[in-house]
């Protein structure tokens, strides 16, 4: 009777259709990351995550929650999309089960190649063929964030505008030599007509130019005041020959005027001379190149809204055209028309002007700036104008040196772009005040 009531004990541990019991599910053994090692300033990717077995089978339906360790450098979603967050590196982890996968991934701030300051804009040049662009720049919007600006093609030579509000803003080359061009109505970089290719390219307030791997001058644009250099005053729609057949190895395009250095190291300049700034008796204007009086030779030239720098081939600094905020340097507020040595014994291997303003940099790459400070574009730490060179604040040492309407910017060798003065619109590229009389670096570099 004992072993009757065994055999029914042992009958009913048995499922009721008499079979086994399913095996518990395999349990996860390890989790593999797969994507990319870094994701890029402005930029996002994909990360996949598999759960596998002890055998190394995947697992399917198994639960992946996804972490960031530094979440201010790379942030991760639900479905394992990293976006950037600010330079630095950051462990993405994906967990199931208990049992952690993960792979480092390093966010890569912008690291620039070229920067020009538009009158309420800068944009930069990354060293990946991309052009970010902060202020007042596109659509209409302003950021202070640098901004990725929607092309089709990458980049390798920027040019931007100086002087006052553009109509063109900004052009760029490719590595062909092709010319892109886009202004605050745009929505993205377009290709500019008329087939012609460039070494250089820069932009004024309302005209542009550049220069053709033959040297020659091509502009266009608004031509009221003879500022495209083609011998009559009419507007260019498309790149057109500057007259004269003169081979220039540098162009700089002020608001209403355009100066060049020739292949001997001339310096010619067109277009509106009201102030001086075409550094030649000839008035009111020129719609044909002027050789700059003086029989200076120069290597770097610069033009602002009415006047003109530039360096010699001795590095002396010279001004000439208008000079009520102090601009040319010359420890006075008067204008003259032909080149003037900017005071002081400092050197200068290059030379930026602004609206009322003027930069340059040494051989050891200090800047120096003079003119109006109003919004503290000199970045001397105050807002003091000054008819001398100041010593920006700071202690960088810069690459590039470039000037909008009301702020500065300069590029270090490292590939770090800071900027000072105005902020109205974001053109310094940081959450800055109005205004800044001293450098402060731009956002989303290392």
């Not at 890029?40 to 960031?68: C, E, H, M, P």
């Not at 011998?231 to 729609?237: E, H, L, R, Y």
């Not at 590039?400 to 619109?425: D, K, R």
Request: glycine share 16%; proline share 6%.
């Amino acid at each position: 009777m004992r072993h009757l009531l065994l055999l029914v004990l042992a009958v009913g541990c048995g499922s009721s259709d008499g079979t086994s019991p399913p095996p518990p599910p395999p349990a996860v053994a390890t989790v593999t990351v797969s994507g990319a090692d870094s994701v890029f300033y402005g930029g996002t990717q994909l990360l996949t995550a598999v759960a596998r077995d002890a055998n190394g089978a995947a697992l399917s339906g198994k639960v992946i929650v996804w972490s960031s360790s530094n979440t201010g450098a790379a942030t991760v979603t639900a479905l394992g999309q990293v976006t950037y967050a600010g330079p630095g590196t950051s462990t993405i982890a994906a967990t199931s089960e208990g049992v952690i996968g993960s792979r480092p991934i390093a966010a890569i701030g912008l690291v620039f190649t070229g920067v020009v300051a538009g009158p309420l804009h800068t944009c930069g040049l990354t060293f990946w063929g991309q052009i970010f662009c902060w202020g007042a720049y596109l659509s209409g919007s302003s950021t202070s964030t640098p901004t990725l600006v929607p092309s089709p093609v990458t980049f390798t030579a920027l040019g931007g505008a100086s002087g006052l509000i553009s109509t063109i803003g900004v052009c760029a080359l490719t590595q062909a030599q092709v010319p892109y061009c886009w202004d605050r109505t745009a929505s993205s970089a377009a290709l500019l007509g008329g087939g012609a290719t460039f070494d250089r390219l820069t932009v004024g307030s309302a005209h542009a130019c550049g220069l053709t791997p033959a040297n020659l001058a091509l502009c266009w644009g608004f031509n009221t005041l003879g500022q495209l250099g083609t011998g009559t005053p009419s507007d260019q729609p498309l790149p057109t020959a500057v007259s004269g057949g003169i081979g220039y190895s540098l162009l700089a395009l002020g608001t209403n005027h355009t100066c060049a250095i020739a292949l001997n190291h001339a310096a010619y300049c067109w277009g509106s001379n009201s102030d001086g700034q075409l550094g030649a008796s000839i008035q009111p204007r020129s719609d044909t190149p002027t050789l700059v009086s003086g029989g200076l030779a120069f290597t770097d030239i610069a033009a602002g809204r009415a006047h003109t720098c530039a360096t010699g081939v001795d590095s002396v600094p010279y001004c000439w055209g208008g000079g009520a905020q102090g601009q040319l340097g010359t420890n006075s507020t008067a204008s003259v028309g032909a080149p003037v040595a900017v005071a002081g014994s400092l050197r200068f291997r290059d030379v930026a002007t602004g609206m009322d303003h003027s930069c340059g940099l040494t051989g050891a790459g200090a800047a120096w700036c003079w003119g109006s400070n109003a919004s503290g574009e000199l970045g001397s730490g105050t807002f003091v104008s000054d008819s001398v060179p100041r010593l920006t604040t700071g202690g960088h040492s810069y690459f590039l040196i470039t000037a909008g309407q009301n702020h500065t910017c300069a590029l270090t060798p490292a590939g770090t772009v800071y900027c000072w003065g105005s902020n109205q619109f974001g053109q310094l590229g940081a959450s800055a005040p109005p205004s800044s009389a001293s450098p402060v670096k731009v956002f989303g570099q290392p």
